[in-house]
């Protein structure tokens, strides 16, 4: 008995399922445990390996656990309260205790030495990341680093602090350039730094040996991230691991000198001597979660389509296509569910008699469109509970955005992207029309005889172009310097409209006129034909069209403030919704096509994301930005909420891989690089495919698509959802004294021009917040948590300074204070350029390279810098955008002429340029247009750019929305310096190089900037 009970003991061990997506290992100080992230929550297990035991146990995710110095307690971060917070917790668990309060996020790092606080990394107030003490008992955190860091990590004694400096997410592979990780030491008793490693490759993740002599790290050679050994006192690095493929990340050392790392989603431990890697067999626990089907209620939709007799919807609801009833009131019925996973459903239409709808769906592993029609014709389409599928196009490639034609009878769509075609509805006779890169749109005459599209013709600029449906030449109907598109036909086929906008964010809609007769014809001449009728719609419509100058036929219906924003044309043709931009936002208005009148019809910033007019009923059918339908009067006046809910069965493990599969084709399809940076992409995907079934939280999915992507070693790719809708702290534009212990919150100082420094709810230094609210503030951490949600609401605070007294004050959001504060530290520099130079060298900062930042150059450039004999322009930090162009315009501009008044006052022309000396700080935080820019300047010898190599990541990239709502980016456009260079992965080199020591704005020095101001005046003297 003894021997059988042997033998099933050793059988039962050796069919035990091992754990697959064990991540962030983090020993006990003994070495004897091992905690680590699993499914969203902490668990701990053996350092012998085995089965694991959880620690916490909520529907949020929970990661990063480090035990204290003694073994007792874990701090992690959770994100359950909205963003990252600190908790920590018993070892063994139990109860759990929050630590930090605002949204702005923080992330444990490390524990000090003696178990009193953790050290966490956070954005609160410093724009470039600080490093804060966080003590347990609960009071206000304390700053000690103001450095964007990663991977913190104190010494085995407290005193000294390394860190991973550099721009680079975790999860990218194969990068080497400035911005790529460095490990540094800062020594917390006198803030000296001191540089570790020097290798032009990504080195992150350092951790102490026990002594505190050597650091491990991981250093990316081969193009594998292994673990390296660094001596601080010789800077000898010796490699300690040999893995392929996935590499090995987040490692962590105990007291004893062990290393547990990650690697092929699996745990791994490295013991002294550090020569033989061994994986740490996890056991899958009875209690480990799954990723099994379940029931989601859904009530938003990515798309919707309305009947053309409005009495029927068709929804887009988390991919499934879903058909929703309406009644004369619209009141909603029960939905009907149409067409189910796995795979994706997209871009529904209905057939212009209700009796099909067509759409693209992904079954296959590739979009094709297909057509629903319901099992008995006698009945309407939702009344039917049965309804025929047929696939209409097959293939490997991609065809989408399926539209009817007026008659019914032939479907035209979009191949590949670049590709406009049209075949018979039953999907026969397929004939391709045009092929041009970037075909954005296309509208069916009203004859069934024409397709109006509009296409990429320069850079991003667009023309609206018309082809026979029949084949033949395209004629070119717009020749415009700006994004014409989105063309849709009069019912009448008198004209076409179409959508045109300017760089500058202006938005115009236009009509072009089909022949010039009907150019010709003035209001009244239209009034008249309406009044006799003569206008009204016949029987046959034969659409003509008379080429000959008709880009000349144009005219403008109505311009406002607005992006590459869509519209519809009514079904009459007599009026057009449209979305504009507002004080508010975004809203939706209502244009009357012939006497220009506009209608706003939506208030409050809506920002609907589509919408149509409804063919009978003349209202407008709109969906938001969360995925709610409505429909409102095009007068603004009686707005219905088309609410909806429908049960859908979702195996989350089948959705995961449907997108994962989705992002991966899209990357395939679009990326920049045909060769795929010289990645094998088929086997990155089977690399990483078999791993979604761990992956029962989004966070661990969302991780595994980034380490998916990050094969590519590419910048502008990435994976996120929009914000929880979990309420920010408001901010008051304070920075509160974190030594002060005495009642309610003492005021360090106030921002300027935040609330606080508003005249009307002005705090002074030093004054203390007693209460918010009515609710007593305490001297803590948690005074954030009476702030949340208060954003943009007064709230009534109670401070004492020389007197008790009440402030009513509106906060804002973090964000904004944050740029606040950038503010702040720019009119700094200003200053300091001003005294290093006398006054004669301007500067001038651009944090980015959209619409606001240019106009913000402008008024830096004319208000503050115009007058002076040099200038230092300033991107270092710069997130990129478009409007390089633009600013090298203006400083590239040649004097061609003189005028002179009559009072003496002379102007050359052009007024507005720059043929002074010139500086450009740049450093590797200078990214995508950040760094076309000082590439411009350098390539055309307009100035000298001063500080180190840019970024390198220059990629023109756009996001599209995965199945669940995931925003998935994928670079498409890639850029070439005139010498034949890549930019990407190749960041343009400065003239003058000067490295900037971590946080030398901390005690007021800016090396590169004092250089680029010695530049100038070395200039002006030349001069």
Known sequence: MVLILALLLAWSSAQAEPLLGARRPCPSPDGESVAFDYQGDIWEVAASGGLPRRLTANEASDWGALYSPDGQWIAFNSDREGGSDVFVMPAEGGSERRLTFHSAGDYAVAWEPDGLAILTSTYRYEPRGQIDRVPLDGSLPVPIVSEDVNDAVLSPDGR?????????????????????????????????????????????????????????????????????????????????????????RFPRTSRTGVILYEHGHRLWTLEPPYRHPRELVIERASDCPGSSSAFLTETTASAFAVSRDEKSLALVARGTLVGVPLTKDRTVLSPRLLVSGPMRVDDPVWHPKGIALAYASDRGGAWNIYELTPDDGNRSFLQNDAWNERRLTGGPGSDRAPAYSPDGAQ??????????????????????????????????????????????TLEWREDVFVVPASGGEPLQITRHPNDDYSPQWDPKGRWISFASRTSEGEWTLKMVFLTQ????????????????????????????????????????????????????????????????????????????????????????GLNPESFSWGPTSGRVFYRTPGGAVATVDKEGKERTSLGFSVRLRVNRATERRQMLDEAWRLLRDRFYDPAMHGVDWQSVHDNYAHLID?????????????????????????????????????????????????????????????????????????????????????????????????????????????????????PIDPWPLRTLLREERVETLRDRVDSLSGGRVGYLYIKAMGDDDWLTFQRDFLGFNYDKDALIIDVRGNTGGNIHDKIIAMLAGRPFARSVRRNGRETVEPALRWDKPLAVLIDEGSYSDGEIFPTGIKTLGLGTLVGVPTHGAVIGTNDVKLLDGTTFRVPTVGWWRVDGTNMENNGIEPDVYVERMPEEHRFGRDSQLQRAVAVMMEALGRN
Not at 178 to 192: H, K, M, N, P, T
Not at 696 to 715: K, V, W, Y
Request: aromatic fraction near 10%; proline fraction near 6%; include cysteine.
């Open 517 to 604: 007769g009907e150019f010709e014809k003035t209001k009244e001449d239209r009034l008249l034909e309406a009044e006799s009728g003569a206008d009204s719609s016949a029987d046959e419509i034969t659409v003509i069209i008379e080429p000959d100058e008709i880009f000349r036929r144009v005219r403008t219906i109505t311009t406002v403030r607005g992006d590459y924003y869509p519209y519809s044309l009514s079904t009459d043709g007599g009026s057009a919704v449209f979305k504009a931009t507002t004080f508010d936002g975004n809203d939706l208005f209502v244009v009357d096509v012939w006497d220009e009148k506009r209608t706003q019809v939506t208030t409050g």
């Open 694 to 810: 761990p992956c029962a939280t989004e966070p661990e999915f969302h991780n595994l698509l980034r380490q998916m992507i990050g094969e590519l070693g590419a910048s502008h790719l990435g994976v996120w959802r929009e914000g929880t809708g979990i309420p920010a702290t408001g901010e008051l534009g304070i920075i509160p004294d974190p030594l002060y212990r005495g009642e309610g919150v003492r005021v360090d100082r106030v921002v300027r021009r935040s609330p606080a420094w508003m005249r009307r709810s002005r705090i002074e230094p030093g004054e203390i917040i007693l209460k918010v609210d009515g609710a007593p503030v305490p001297s803590a951490e948690s005074f954030f948590d009476l702030l949340r949600g208060t954003a943009g609401h007064p709230v009534l605070l109670s401070v004492k300074g020389s007197g008790a007294r009440a402030v009513r004050i509106t």
């Open 411 to 456: 479907i035209a769509f979009i191949r590949n992207e670049r590709q406009l075609c049209r075949m018979k509805r039953d999907g026969s006779d397929v004939r391709m029309l045009v092929e041009s890169p970037g075909i954005t749109g296309f509208f069916w005459s009203p004859d069934s005889r024409f397709i109006a599209y509009s296409a990429t």
């Open 160 to 248: 000294r602090l390394a860190v991973s400096i550099g721009g680079n997410p975790w999860w990218r592979k194969h990068y080497r350039g400035s911005a790529g990780g460095e490990i540094w030491v800062r020594d917390l008793g006198d803030a000296s730094w001191a540089r570790i490693t020097t290798t032009p490759d990504d080195e992150r993740f350092p951790c102490w040996s026990p002594g505190g002599d050597s650091l491990f790290f991981v250093l990316e050679a081969d193009s594998v991230p292994n673990i390296h050994c660094v001596n601080l006192h010789t800077k000898t690095v010796t490699r300690l691991t040999t893995h392929d493929a996935y590499g090995a």
